[in-house]
């Protein structure tokens, strides 16, 4: 079976512009989370999704980050405009929420450079 | 406060013998359970253990296992036989509430980097 499948899995931009990093979940998961990993802030969650609808967004930035859910196989974090502190790696991750562990499957990450 | 404190930012150990990266939390809620994942070099973040709360026996899988002190709340992964390719970054994390509860997010701690030597 296929794993979380993010993409792209690098991307580099410059300062101001809209970046789209996307998201395909494990199918049959119900649960959907967004992770930022730095050096210096360690791994953040940033939003998590329960069956498409977001339950907690508290991790998310600022006005700049927007992330949406419009079906189960598919999830997008839109960063407008992006800045070169938002420069780390993004992490997808899924889970089924009836799991016996409710353990989180990672995908590989998108490493976001801004310029 | 941290609810997750991994205290080692390094650990080294030689090939083939055991390690322990330690871990202790904070909450006051009576269900929580407690992951460790691995992050290799190449960067994607694997599954390794899990304990639950109310789990009586130290949690196993292959050559890792969780020595669970409820009381001084930790939750330490062993790695019995250590071999090059466990040199990776490991992270605890926590859930609070039960599992299938509505609020159900992760809670990670900062990491410990594992080095393993020939």
């Known amino acids: 079976d296929a794993g979380v499948i993010q993409s792209p899995r690098h991307e580099v931009t410059e300062m101001g512009q809209e970046v789209t990093l996307r998201c395909k979940p494990i199918s049959g998961h119900n649960s959907l989370f967004w992770y930022r990993q730095t050096m210096m802030r360690g791994l953040e969650l940033l939003i998590y999704f329960n069956n498409n609808v977001p339950i907690d967004d508290s991790g998310m930035p600022e006005d700049r980050f927007s992330a949406k859910m419009p079906n189960a196989s598919f999830s997008t974090l839109k960063i407008q405009p992006s800045e070169p502190r938002d420069s780390a790696v993004y992490f997808c991750?899924?889970?089924?929420?009836?799991?016996?562990?409710?353990?989180?499957?990672f995908g590989p990450g998108t490493r976001l450079t801004v310029l | 406060a941290q609810k997750i404190t991994q205290t080692q930012p390094g650990m080294f150990v030689q090939e083939k013998e055991a390690v322990t990266l330690d871990c202790t939390y904070d909450?006051?809620?009576?269900?929580?359970?407690l992951f460790w994942y691995k992050q290799p070099s190449s960067g994607e973040m694997i599954f390794l253990i899990y304990?639950?709360?109310?789990?009586?026996q130290n949690a196993t899988e292959g050559r890792y296992s969780l020595n669970f002190q409820k009381a001084r709340k930790s939750a330490n992964l062993v790695i019995s036989a250590s071999q090059l390719g466990d040199s990776a970054m490991y992270f605890c994390?926590?859930?609070?509430?039960?599992?299938?509860?509505?609020?159900?997010?992760?809670?990670f701690g900062a990491g410990t980097r594992l080095a393993v030597h020939p």
């Open positions: 991750a899924s889970r089924k929420q009836e799991s016996y562990y409710n353990e989180q499957f």
């Open positions: 304990q639950g709360s109310y789990d009586q």
């Open positions: 909450t006051s809620d009576p269900s929580y359970g």
């Open positions: 994390a926590m859930r609070e509430g039960l599992v299938g509860g509505g609020y159900n997010k992760l809670i």
